[in-house]
T-cell receptor, first 114, second 111 residues
């Protein structure tokens, strides 16, 4: 059972371009969380999804950011028209439907906007 | 939603001493409290967790305590070693929904 897979590991985008970050949860996991981490800072909640549903997107900026977790395929975090302030590490974590169990993190995608 | 606060933000101890990190949470319905360790450049990984039906849990040099009435929980590391140096995050969730993390504590263990 492979762990949570995120790709790409590193992504460089010019200002104004789009960034797509992918997260394949562990097999059997139906919950996905996305977090943003700035250098030397903590994990800031962005969005919580279950298959085909956004459960809580209160941590995600209303503009330029969107997330999905389709029935088939990975979860996608999409950032349109990136700006320098979007540069950060983006981590996803997945957990099974069972309650009160560990959430496993992916290796993260380090986005650099130049 | 849940709000988790974590203190201190940085902690420096001498090798062999104990380290204590404290967290508070706001949602009284939260019932799962994991602790994660993140080494530089790596992903956070679970080191211990506690559920709301117990008050304390221990795993070798690591222990976690939970006070549901006061809505706070703590991580205790005894006999610290240099390899314990990392950033530690507490988290709280209700039935695995909406897991929120504290801001993290950077622990430095000086040899």
């Amino acid at each position: 059972n492979a762990g949570v897979m995120q790709n790409p590991r590193h992504l460089v985008r010019r200002r104004g371009q789009e960034a797509r970050l992918r997260c394949s949860p562990m097999k059997g996991h139906s919950h996905v969380y996305w977090y943003r981490q700035l250098p030397e800072e903590g994990l800031k909640f962005m969005v919580y999804l279950q298959k085909e549903n956004i459960i809580d997107e209160s941590g995600m900026p209303k503009e330029r950011f969107s997330a999905e977790f389709p029935k088939e395929g990975p979860s996608i975090l999409r950032i349109q028209q990136v700006v320098r302030g979007d540069s950060a590490a983006y981590f996803c974590a997945s957990s099974p439907q069972a309650t009160n169990t560990e959430a496993f993190f992916g290796q993260g995608t380090r986005l650099t906007v130049v | 939603g849940e709000n988790v606060e974590q203190h201190p933000s940085t902690l420096s101890v001498q090798e062999g001493d104990s380290a204590v990190i404290k967290c508070t949470y706001s949602d009284s319905a939260s019932n799962y409290f994991p602790w994660y360790k993140q080494e530089l450049g790596k992903r956070p990984q679970l080191i211990i967790d506690i559920r709301s039906n117990v008050g304390e849990k221990k795993d070798q040099r690591i222990a976690v305590t939970l006070n549901k009435t006061a809505k706070h929980f703590s991580l205790h590391i005894t006999e610290t070693q240099p390899e314990d140096s990392a950033v530690y995050f507490c988290a709280a969730s209700r039935n695995n929904n909406d897991m929120r993390f504290g801001a993290g504590t950077r622990l430095t263990v000086k040899p």
